[in-house]
T-cell receptor
Framework: SQQGEEDPQALSIQEGENATMNCSYK?????LQWYRQNSGRGLVHLIL?????REKHSGRLRVTLDTSKKSSSLLITASRAADTASYFC???????????FGKGTTLSVSS | DAGVIQSPRHEVTEMGQEVTLRCKPI?????LFWYRQTMMRGLELLIY????????DSGMPEDRFSAKMPNASFSTLKIQPSEPRDSAVYFC?????????????FGEGSRLTVL
């Protein structure tokens, strides 16, 4: 069963614009992770935010976490065509031993 | 490091045939995971191993699916007999184990088509 659910399912923007993706989850977490998947490729880890953190930055990525609302957001600033990919949030299963992924947000950035 | 290596990258087979997918995790990683990805169901966790021991196989859809990890550098996922609904991309991922669920490293996947 899915732990995290991303919103929106699909997002189309122009180069230079910002892209925001949201993730909601159901149970308490120790951390939440975001991954990117380019078409036909495996998933690549982007960033991990711990439950005691509210915001984290990595380059053009900004992740926020609101544990009271059980939600997270991923912001990509000044998007580029190369950012076109699917983005997934992931949290641990109940045993805390494996990652469960949402269905992802497909981002399309046109030049 | 070469990363997680999966083979074959593509497999087309006929219903009823046996399919074996292979995975070599990153050296030093002692946790290995098999996921299946479809448009309808997204990424599903099938099974994972810790120190070569299967920990949870509750995600394995049916008895037709089996997975082994005979040593720290090799794992297989077998489907016998295969059915058209098994068509999907199968991913292997590995990481170092720990109390917290850390970063997963994925292979490029094996795309299976069962006719």
């Amino acid at each position: 069963s899915q732990q995290g659910e991303e919103d929106p399912q699909a997002l189309s923007i122009q180069e230079g614009e910002n892209a925001t993706m949201n993730c909601s989850y159901k149970t308490s977490i120790n951390n939440l992770q975001w991954y990117r998947q380019n078409s036909g490729r495996g998933l690549v880890h982007l960033i991990l935010i711990r439950s005691n953190e509210r915001e984290k930055h990595s380059g053009r990525l900004r992740v926020t976490l609101d544990t009271s609302k059980k939600s997270s957001s991923l912001l990509i600033t000044a998007s580029r065509a190369a950012d076109t990919a699917s983005y997934f949030c992931a949290t641990a299963n109940q045993a805390g031993t494996a990652l469960i992924f949402g269905k992802g947000t497909t981002l399309s950035v046109s030049s | 490091d070469a990363g997680v290596i999966q083979s074959p990258r593509h497999e087309v087979t006929e219903m009823g045939q046996e399919v074996t997918l292979r995975c070599k995790p990153i050296s030093g990683h002692n946790s290995l995971f098999w996921y299946r990805q479809t448009m309808m169901r997204g990424l599903e966790l099938l099974i994972y191993f810790n120190n070569n021991v299967p920990i949870d196989d509750s995600g394995m859809p049916e008895d037709r699916f089996s997975a082994k990890m005979p040593n720290a550098s090799f794992s297989t996922l077998k489907i016998q007999p295969s059915e058209p609904r098994d068509s999907a991309v199968y991913f292997c991922a590995s990481r170092t184990s720990g109390i917290d669920t850390g970063e997963l490293f994925f292979g490029e996947g094996s795309r299976l088509t069962v006719l």
